[in-house]
């Protein structure tokens, strides 16, 4: 190769690699560039700290360009969210609406169980920059600002366990109709029809096929989601008390799971989650393999008949379905 080749090959060489840094850079300007996210202005030092935790941290799996695709991602069930979405599904926020740094920082160090999201330990140091840069994913955060964080009243059950556990196994399946069409159910039909009509005067008189068995679920994220049968699947955001009670306050963003919080009072709210803290504790026991056969096997079963009423009673004694 003459002198002058060899030139020429560097020189290509040369804009071959300016171009790819051209195109790298084109790929992800928005680590360059200050910006207000959530209403609060991050400067491009900042973000470009957060560029360097999330690289050596999360870039695995959810990806350079934060749209979960990171070479660890495949076959991971679920998949590792697709940052660019701006939906979440653990923050102590109305379901639906942007999470506030302290659900980042809570996510981030403790972990989804049952997922390959991991509690990270990432040092304090690093984690605002994280955080911010995380958000600078998604265009949500240029236009919106976080939820108001949800606060329940302390816990009013403490020293009431069975009593809390007897309330919210009522407002489950009774008010709440949670196993109508989501969850499980963990109560005979019967109990279900006398726990509805104590709390809403309503006659139940039919049941969905596999009533004890979860129902799948569209959601935000492309994929349907199976909701939670608390005997069996690990709880992603937690399973004390008190973090049951905060995830079905807010609800789960972009699934199927509602905001509670206003709709149920604390105290109801506070009583599902003795409930299904209960739940959690059967996991792998006998008894939880006895609660479920009894369900499977029990008897068949028939509406009682609607005692003798006057017309004022029939009017307002609805019934479900019809
Ligand atoms: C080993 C793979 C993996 C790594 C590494 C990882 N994640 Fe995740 N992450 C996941 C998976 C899987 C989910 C989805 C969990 C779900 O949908 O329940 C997730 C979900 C999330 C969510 C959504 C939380 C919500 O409430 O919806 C955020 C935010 C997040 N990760 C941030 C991070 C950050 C920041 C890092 C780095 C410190 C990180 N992840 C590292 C796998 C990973």
Redesign the pocket.
């Known amino acids: 190769m003459s002198r002058l080749d060899i030139h020429t090959v560097a020189l290509l060489a040369c804009l071959l690699f300016a171009g790819l840094a051209c195109q790298r850079s084109a790929a992800s300007p928005r680590t360059e560039r200050a910006q207000v996210l959530g209403g609060r202005p991050i400067s491009a030092e900042q973000l470009g700290r957060g560029r360097d ?2 690289t ?7 990806g350079d360009a934060g749209d ?1 695709a ?1 070479i ?2 495949r076959g ?6 697709d ?1 660019r979405l701006g ?5 102590a926020v109305s379901a639906g609406q942007l ?1 506030n740094d302290a ?2 920082h809570r ?2 160090k403790g ?2 169980h ?5 509690a ?1 330990d ?1 040092p304090d140091a690093q984690l605002d920059d ?2 911010q ?2 958000k600078s994913f998604s265009p949500r955060w240029r236009a919106e600002i976080p939820g108001v964080q949800i606060v329940l009243s302390p816990d009013p059950w403490l020293d009431r366990e069975q009593a809390a556990i007897e309330r919210g196994k009522r407002v489950y399946h009774g008010l709440a109709q949670c196993a109508v069409a989501c969850h499980p159910a963990y109560v005979t039909r019967a109990e279900i029809f006398a726990f509805t009509q104590e709390l809403t005067r309503m006659r139940i008189e039919e049941f969905r096929a596999n009533l004890y068995a979860p129902v799948p679920k569209p959601s935000d ?1 492309g994929f349907g989601i199976v909701p939670t049968d608390f005997t069996f699947n690990p709880l ?2 937690g399973d004390s008390t008190a973090e049951i009670a905060r995830t079905v306050a807010a609800g ?3 699934t199927a799971m509602p905001t509670w919080k206003d709709v149920l009072p604390d105290i109801d709210l506070w009583a599902i989650a003795h409930y299904v803290r209960s739940l959690v504790l059967l996991r792998n026991t006998p008894e939880s393999d006895a609660l479920h056969q009894r369900l499977l096997t029990q008897p068949d079963w028939t509406p009682p008949p609607i005692p003798d009423a006057g017309p004022a009673d029939a009017v307002d004694g609805a019934r479900v379905p019809q």
Request: hydrophobic share 45%.
């Open positions: 935790a999330y050596h941290y999360c870039r695995a799996c959810h979960g990171g660890s991602a991971l069930q679920p998949p590792p969210r940052l939906v979440y599904k653990f923050a999470p659900d980042f996510i981030i972990g989804l049952g997922t390959a999201m991991l990270w990432v994280l955080i840069y995380v994220y992603r955001a789960i963003g972009g």
